[in-house]
Nanobody, 122 residues
Framework: QVQLVESGGGVVQAGASLRLSCGVSGRTFSDYAMGWFRQAPGKEREFVVAISRSGARTYYGESVKGRFTISGDNAKNAVYLQMNSLKPEDTGVYYC???????????????WGQGTQVTVSS
């Protein structure tokens, strides 16, 4: 069983940066494809970014390309989401996800964290 715990959310102004963390316990995160999703009020959950088990491949949603970066730290067994040039439309609850079988996480993935709120003011 894998447990995911997100942290690092907050309230920032447009143009600022935040780094979200996803601590992984129970298993090594490199055993899973990892990713981040977000959900804004009144909207469906949206794919943000994913990283393959090997870390060799990353996949980005169109709205965050060039601004967000996913990375992993084997020593800390954690995955990070560096978010730069934040926009008000980036506001939402950000969820970390892990998938044991797929190439990258989807909405049907096995494991999810509880989410961390990111609010970007204009």
């Amino acid at each position: 069983q894998v447990q995911l715990v997100e942290s690092g959310g907050g309230v920032v102004q447009a143009g600022a940066s935040l780094r979200l963390s996803c601590g992984v316990s129970g298993r090594t995160f490199s055993d899973y494809a990892m990713g981040w999703f977000r959900q804004a009020p009144g909207k469906e959950r949206e794919f943000v970014v994913a990283i393959s088990r090997s870390g060799a491949r990353t996949y980005y949603g169109e709205s965050v390309k060039g601004r967000f970066t996913i990375s992993g730290d084997n020593a800390k067994n954690a995955v990070y989401l560096q978010m730069n040039s934040l926009k008000p439309e980036d506001t939402g609850v950000y969820y970390c996800a892990a998938d044991s079988t797929r190439r990258y996480p989807t909405g049907e993935s096995d494991y999810w964290g509880q989410g961390t709120q990111v609010t970007v003011s204009s």
